[in-house]
């Protein structure tokens, strides 16, 4: 299964207009990730910058402050990759479970969300279920 820019761009933009999955200001109707998700991640980033105390020996090993600098901006290079995986895997998923040239795989991921017990596992399940149809062969079967 392939997936285009092109279908990702047309199941995030099927929204109803304030509940937007782009544009953060345009979502009033949203009950979890609105505006005040962002803000408040935001304010987290600000306020806890350097102060996990597991690289406080990397924190205050540099000879100087720009060898500092420079270890900073070089050590977050590695998260580049593991940040991007953690956004656009569930895009992938959301962009599977409701564009119309994909309710093969939503079917499937659907009935399998089905068989599980309680509401809470089926949305903590919703992306996980979805990774066999996306990433994997086709004759992927629960």
């Known amino acids: 299964m392939l997936l285009g820019w092109d279908q990702i761009f047309?199941?995030?933009?099927?929204?109803?207009?304030?509940?937007?999955?782009?544009?953060?200001?345009?979502?009033?109707?949203?009950?979890?990730f609105n505006l005040w998700y962002f803000l408040i991640g935001m304010a987290g980033v600000i306020y806890g910058k350097m102060s996990w105390q597991g690289t406080q020996g990397y924190n205050s090993s540099?000879?100087?402050?720009?060898?500092?600098k420079m270890g900073e901006v070089l050590g977050n290079y590695r998260d580049i990759p593991k940040w991007l995986m953690l956004v656009f895997i569930p895009v992938v998923a959301y962009t599977v479970l409701h564009h119309p040239a994909f309710t093969g795989e939503a079917a499937q991921v659907n009935g399998v969300l089905q068989g599980l017990e309680t509401n809470a596992l089926r949305t903590q399940l919703t992306v996980p279920s979805c990774l066999p149809p996306c990433f994997l062969s086709d004759s992927w079967a629960p």
Do not use: C, G, M, R
């Not at 540099?62 to 500092?68: D, Q, V, Y």
């Open 62 to 68: 540099a000879k100087s402050a720009h060898e500092a």
């Open 10 to 32: 047309q199941a995030v933009t099927t929204a109803p207009p304030d509940a937007s999955l782009i544009n953060p200001y345009h979502t009033s109707q949203v009950k979890d």
